[in-house]
């Protein structure tokens, strides 16, 4: 398909919001609905659509946001100009910020119509979701641009989504907020939510890792564009290494789950993802070239995460 310099096509985009990146949110979010519905029988078909949509939507959003930004900071004109999705196509700038403000329109409303339909606490949940997504990506210094991308991006998709996705389902079952005459009274069932923490740890490991992969694919990059990242002021075998950490830290925790009770003995079997995994890792350390390489850390986290959620839907089946 032939594309007219500055006309937006299908491909362009997809290009723009980087559709091929979404798993890093579809997954969290199926991966908290089917939890909801293994360990606690819980299942709200129509707050689950509202929420899918809301996030996919959001995610796109915070994407769009991430290109036209490196567009407007980019120090190194070649970048801008041939590698941008903006500069490359020559797109129209205002059009771009038009397309995000719609995203960001649409999310919006999708996620007041689910604290409707849930819990008001979920309205300054959501916005601090909301805040962090966006100050990722902009402002005068961006979380993605400091030696903080890692852990916003890991904890926000890797817990946040996981959830929320649980917390949809049957909001009093996690959260339940009132007003009784002058006091807001919160209540939280606090082992729930740790154990949701717990459940979550690999996705945040994993996520991480994308995001710290494709900084150290970038570094060279991100070094003339003035982007301070965490490769940037630990290193790059320093980042290998916490790389490493973190792609190994969820096959541990899998080999604990079912010992607290949380996943079935049988889990055990997905081990035999873990072969793949390890040549996933290895690919990445040998070198870290984007166009190459940087795949490995997706690899990895779908494998995973597939895998995860295979384990709870057979276990909700039988």
């Given at each position: 398909?032939?594309?007219?310099?500055?006309?937006?096509?299908?491909?362009?985009?997809?290009?723009?919001?980087?559709?091929?990146?979404?798993?890093?949110?579809v997954?969290?979010?199926?991966?908290?609905?089917?939890?909801a519905?293994?360990?606690?029988?819980?299942?709200?078909?129509?707050?689950?659509?509202?929420?899918?949509?809301?996030?996919?939507?959001?995610?796109?959003?915070?994407?769009?946001?991430?290109?036209?930004?490196?567009?407007?900071?980019?120090?190194?004109?070649?970048?801008?100009?041939?590698?941008n999705?903006?500069?490359?196509?020559?797109?129209?700038?205002?059009?771009?910020?038009?397309?995000?403000?719609?995203?960001?329109?649409f999310?919006?409303?999708?996620?007041?119509?689910?604290?409707?339909?849930?819990?008001?606490?979920l309205?300054?949940?959501?916005?601090?979701?909301?805040?962090i997504?966006?100050?990722?990506?902009?402002?005068?210094?961006?979380?993605?641009?400091?030696?903080?991308?890692?852990?916003?991006?890991?904890?926000?998709?890797?817990?946040?989504?996981?959830?929320?996705?649980?917390?949809?389902?049957?909001?009093?079952?996690?959260?339940?907020?009132?007003?009784?005459?002058?006091?807001?009274?919160?209540?939280?069932?606090?082992?729930?939510?740790?154990?949701?923490?717990?459940?979550?740890?690999?996705?945040?490991?994993?996520?991480?890792?994308?995001?710290?992969?494709?900084?150290?694919?970038?570094?060279?990059?991100?070094?003339?564009?003035?982007?301070?990242?965490?490769?940037?002021?630990?290193?790059?075998?320093?980042?290998?290494?916490?790389?490493?950490?973190?792609?190994?830290?969820?096959?541990?925790?899998?080999?604990?789950?079912?010992?607290?009770?949380?996943?079935?003995?049988?889990?055990?079997?997905?081990?035999?993802?873990?072969?793949?995994?390890?040549?996933?890792?290895?690919?990445?350390?040998?070198?870290?070239?984007?166009?190459?390489?940087?795949?490995?850390?997706?690899?990895?986290f779908?494998?995973?995460?597939?895998?995860?959620?295979?384990?709870?839907?057979?276990?909700?089946?039988?």
């Amino acid at each position: 398909m032939t594309n007219e310099k500055g006309r937006i096509t299908l491909p362009i985009f997809l290009e723009f919001i980087e559709l091929r990146t979404k798993v890093a949110s579809v997954f969290p979010m199926l991966l908290g609905i089917v939890w909801a519905i293994y360990r606690y029988g819980v299942f709200n078909g129509f707050n689950t659509l509202l929420f899918v949509l809301a996030v996919l939507t959001f995610d796109m959003c915070t994407t769009a946001i991430n290109n036209t930004m490196d567009y407007v900071k980019a120090k190194d004109q070649v970048y801008r100009k041939e590698h941008n999705v903006i500069g490359r196509n020559q797109l129209d700038f205002g059009q771009m910020v038009q397309i995000i403000f719609l995203l960001l329109s649409f999310s919006t409303v999708l996620s007041l119509v689910l604290v409707w339909r849930t819990d008001l606490i979920l309205l300054p949940l959501g916005a601090l979701c909301f805040l962090i997504g966006i100050c990722y990506t902009f402002g005068p210094i961006p979380l993605s641009r400091m030696p903080l991308g890692e852990i916003f991006s890991g904890v926000t998709m890797g817990l946040g989504i996981f959830f929320l996705g649980v917390f949809v389902q049957a909001p009093d079952l996690l959260l339940v907020s009132r007003f009784v005459g002058e006091w807001f009274q919160l209540q939280l069932a606090w082992e729930k939510c740790i154990e949701i923490g717990l459940m979550s740890l690999p996705l945040i490991c994993l996520i991480a890792n994308i995001m710290l992969a494709n900084n150290l694919c970038d570094l060279d990059e991100d070094i003339r564009n003035h982007r301070h990242t965490l490769v940037f002021h630990i290193g790059r075998q320093k980042g290998l290494l916490l790389y490493t950490c973190l792609a190994i830290l969820p096959w541990f925790l899998w080999l604990l789950y079912p010992l607290f009770g949380f996943l079935p003995f049988w889990a055990w079997l997905g081990y035999g993802v873990a072969v793949l995994s390890y040549r996933s890792l290895g690919h990445f350390l040998e070198k870290q070239v984007k166009r190459e390489t940087f795949v490995e850390a997706v690899k990895s986290f779908i494998l995973f995460s597939l895998m995860y959620l295979l384990v709870l839907i057979v276990a909700c089946l039988v």
